[in-house]
């Protein structure tokens, strides 16, 4: 089954649609998905807001779809309470903890493209990847897209190690042994808009990627935060509380908060806008202040300071990462 016959304008019109109209579509994914494999699937369900609203799309059309969540030890507290509340959520667990990723493979930083090329670049110094993330450019002289730029640059000669195989091995491989032990096929929140990988991956194999080494349906591909927003607003959804709560974001000249939910007005979350793995440092050099780590120093005080906490005293080290990339932690 070839579906990969998508284009970015394809997807830039797909993302336009509103979000009802979103909803039939993941809607129909989530059939053709579970119809392909006989019902031999699983949600991938992370316990944050884009997977809670997954789960909820799968289960009001299959209620007895299991959910299956990676318990990393990386994920805020409340997003773990938050998975507990669920019926039929299995839970795996990866075979390294984070500090012995770290030892062995390095620091997640800059970004997971950026981080691929530095290593690769410090195992192999004149491989393809590493000429081009060194010159930016191609074998034919052409500028390449994974050539380094900025902080990606200077990360190359930095005295720690970096990777960005975390989570490969923290959350992929556990989820590939469940898919080879249950015979069942994953269904996962993925967006395209979240990155450039992402993006690629839907132009060539779309929502439903029969083609992949490992199948996937990712129902979500089109959607927008502001979907996934205005669809826990409409059915009433319980997320974890440290999103806070989903009210309308300011807007020019909006002096009064007339904006309204579900019309032209945006939403936007009190607490974090997204919570993934809290240690992770991809794309902290991009954030506003107070980014992560600073509102991790308030929200959850004793996380932070095992972040911070020297290597040899037991801690992740990250203090002296965050120094060199220039991110603010206090």
Request: charged share 25%; hydrophobic share 30%.
């Amino acid at each position: 089954m070839n579906l990969g016959s998508h284009t970015r304008e394809d997807l830039k019109r797909l993302q336009s649609l509103g979000w009802q109209h979103k909803v039939m579509i993941a809607q129909t994914r989530i059939i053709e998905w579970y119809k392909h494999w006989n019902g031999q699937v699983y949600v991938s369900f992370s316990g944050g807001k884009d997977s809670t609203v997954l789960l909820h799309l799968v289960r009001q059309l299959y209620p007895e779809v299991p959910a299956v969540y990676c318990d990393t030890g990386l994920e805020y507290p409340e997003v773990r309470a938050h998975v507990k509340t669920f019926k039929n959520v299995e839970f795996l667990r990866p075979s390294m903890d984070f500090r012995s990723v770290i030892a062995k493979y390095g620091y997640p930083v800059h970004s997971k493209e950026a981080a691929q090329r530095i290593e690769e670049l410090r195992h192999n110094p004149n491989g393809k990847a590493a000429v081009r993330f060194l010159t930016g450019k191609e074998e034919d002289g052409t500028e390449s897209a994974y050539g380094a730029k900025g902080l990606a640059r200077s990360l190359i000669d930095a005295p720690f190690k970096i990777s960005c195989r975390c989570c490969e091995v923290m959350k992929k491989r556990p989820f590939h042994a469940y898919t080879r032990k249950s015979g069942r096929k994953g269904i996962n929140g993925m967006m395209a808009n979240e990155g450039r990988r992402r993006e690629t991956s839907y132009i060539k194999y779309g929502c439903n990627a029969f083609e992949l080494g490992e199948p996937s349906s990712r129902p979500l591909m089109t959607w927008t935060e502001q979907d996934v927003l205005r669809y826990i607003k409409y059915y009433g959804l319980q997320i974890p509380s440290v999103y806070g709560d989903i009210v309308p974001a300011p807007i020019e000249g909006d002096t009064e908060g007339q904006c309204e939910m579900f019309g032209d007005g945006k939403l936007m979350t009190t607490g974090v806008s997204r919570t993934g793995c809290m240690f992770c440092m991809f794309g902290a050099h991009l954030e506003k202040e107070p980014n992560r780590f600073q509102r991790m120093k308030k929200t959850h005080p004793r996380i932070w300071e095992y972040c911070l906490r020297p290597w040899d005293k037991g801690g992740l080290g990250m203090k002296e990462v965050l120094d060199f990339i220039g991110v603010k932690y206090e």
